[in-house]
């Protein structure tokens, strides 16, 4: 069965950083482009970040709201994908989760994502 598994979520202050982990069971995990998404309360599931795979040299993509400041790797013998968040703001205040996608290109659609983690909470505050 296939498992996401995120950690490093917690409270910040506005400014402030945290590092989103997220360990993956799937043996193809270096052909699947990862994705992170947020839902922050009342709001919709929003795209964060996506990084390919190999193929399409680990390119990544992120949000308008969050380029700049975040910045998504991956590292494939670990099968785990990050998250650095960066100059965080208290609108960041959400659920993150991680996603992968079968496929090795991008995607900021959640419909295009095939598996994804339970979330981790993080809360900015002033």
């Known amino acids: 069965q296939v498992q996401l598994v995120e950690s490093g979520g917690g409270s910040v202050q506005a400014g402030g950083s945290l590092r989103l982990s997220c360990a993956a069971s799937l043996d193809t995990f270096s052909r699947l482009a990862m994705g992170w998404f947020r839902r922050a309360p009342g709001n919709e599931r929003e795209f964060v970040a996506c990084?390919?795979?190999?193929?399409?040299?680990?390119?990544?993509y992120y949000s308008d709201l969050v380029k700049g400041r975040f910045t998504i790797s991956r590292d494939d013998a670990k099968n785990s994908v990050f998250l650095q968040m960066n100059s965080l703001k208290l609108e960041d205040t959400a659920v993150y989760f991680c996603?992968?996608?079968?496929?090795?290109?991008?995607?900021?659609?959640?419909?295009?994502?095939?598996?994804w983690g339970q979330g981790t909470q993080v809360t900015v505050s002033s």
């Open positions: 990084i390919t795979t190999i193929t399409y040299c680990y390119s990544e």
């Open positions: 996603a992968a996608r079968d496929g090795s290109t991008w995607s900021n659609s959640r419909d295009e994502y095939d598996y």
